[in-house]
Each structure stands twice: as C-alpha cells, then as structure tokens.
DNA sequence: AATTGATACAACCATTTGGTTGTAGGTTAT
DNA sequence: ATAACCTACAACCAAATGGTTGTATCAATT
C-alpha cells in the first residue's frame, strides 16, 4: 500500500533549492554509490573542506542524507526516501498536466 | 523511441532553481490548469505585480512557461516538456540507488 | 601525553535573490 | 485624443547563498 504522502510547501522549496547545485547533486550521487567520509568528498572538488561541508549539511538538513559515525570520521549516506518525495512533488505537477491533456480531449469528444 | 536528452549541470541548477519557490510552483499549476495573463495571476499573490513578473521571467528564462500575446495582455503557458526534463533528472538520481541496490542484491546472492 | 586527522562552527565577504517603488511603453476602449 | 489597462524595466533594499579563513573539539595513533 503506498501511503499518500503530504509535502508542505516550505519543505518542497527547501528540497528542490538543495537539488539545485551541481556539488550537491554530485555529492549526493557519489554518497548513493557507497559511504564516503566528507574529508574524502571534499578532497576532490575546487573549494575548501569547509564549503563542501555546508553542502553536506544542507542535504542532511532535507533529509536527503545523514551522517553515521565510523571511527574519527562521518560517512555520509544518501536516503532514497527523500528522494522519492522530492519525485512525488514533481510527479505532482505533472499531474495537473495529465488531467488538462484528458480535460482537453474530453472536450474534443464531445464535438 | 525515446530519445536520451543530456542535460547540463547548469541547465538542471537553474531548473530546480526555478522550482524551489512555492509561488512558481503556483504559478505553474494554475498556467497549467488554463492560460492566464501576468496580472490575473498577480491579483492573487500577496506582492507587487512587479514580483509576481520577475517569478514568471524565471520560469520563462528556463522554458517551463511560454508567454502568448492576446490583445494587451500576455497570456502565461507552461510547457510539460521542461517539467519533463525535470524529472529526468531526478529519475537519474533515482537510478544510480536503484543500481546500488541490484549491486547489494548481487552481493548477498553471492554468499 | 602529544600529535595527527576529521569534523564543527563562527565570522566575514561578495553575489544573488526576492521583494519594493517608480517610470515608461504599448494596446484597447471611450 | 485621452484615459485606462497591461507589461517592461531600472533602481534600490534586506536577507539568503556560497564561498573564504580561523579556531575549537574530538577520536585515533604513536
């Protein structure tokens, strides 16, 4: 049984804005593919540990990802539920789409 | 035959961008619903028409809406084939978990 | 115990964002 | 022609964003 699923407006805002960065994204498919420390995220892209932090913290702050702790470093795992909701939303949208195009031949029919 | 559409890191930034807004958000779902001009979409937001204009122009710089003149007004469109891209990137996203849950599959069917 | 490695967090800065008001340009209606 | 309406756009402002450096904490190694 799939649950229907209520997205508050402020919590979608807060999902696409932290999808829309090509770090993040990137981020979060690299923690997708297995656990990765956030010093061993950061030492590959052109900023300072300190900013790939705040990215790492942004998704964690969504949801997308949490932090597991493992000996002197966090690993960063990425979570396919927020994920899914943040399709959900989308999904949503193009629902409204669906039902004009039906709407629309609806009334083609009636002629 | 679908064909498989590249989307840019900045393309996909500006697109979850342009989503990341609950007034966009709106907008796009009554556009969708029925075209409607600038300030009839503005008369129900708590703003200025000014903001409401500059929330339009960042759905129509990324696509998701096309303005069509009718008389003196602009009659607000949106356009399913950008949400679509959307969601592809996000399907991709979803893709690579799905892929890392097949590996673990694997994995276990080995022992 | 001292050192090293990984993380957290604050302070700061430049740029962008989301809002405002005001002005100007077209289009329709009277 | 003039008035009324719809839109465009510039200038301005406060707050948020994305980056920096520096300092502190905490766990592991030696």
Redesign the interface.
Known sequence: MVVSIELS??E??????A????TR?DI??RS???DLSVSRLAADYPMSFAAVQKHVAVLEQVGLVTKIRNGRELLVR?D?DT??R??LA??Q??E??RG?VERMAAVLDDE
């Not at 999808?19 to 090509?22: G, N, R, S």
């Open positions: 407006d402020a979608v805002d807060r999902l696409f804005h999808l829309a960065d090509a994204r979060l498919r997708v593919a297995g990425s396919p994920l899914r943040a399709r989308l999904d949208l193009e409204a789409w004009r």
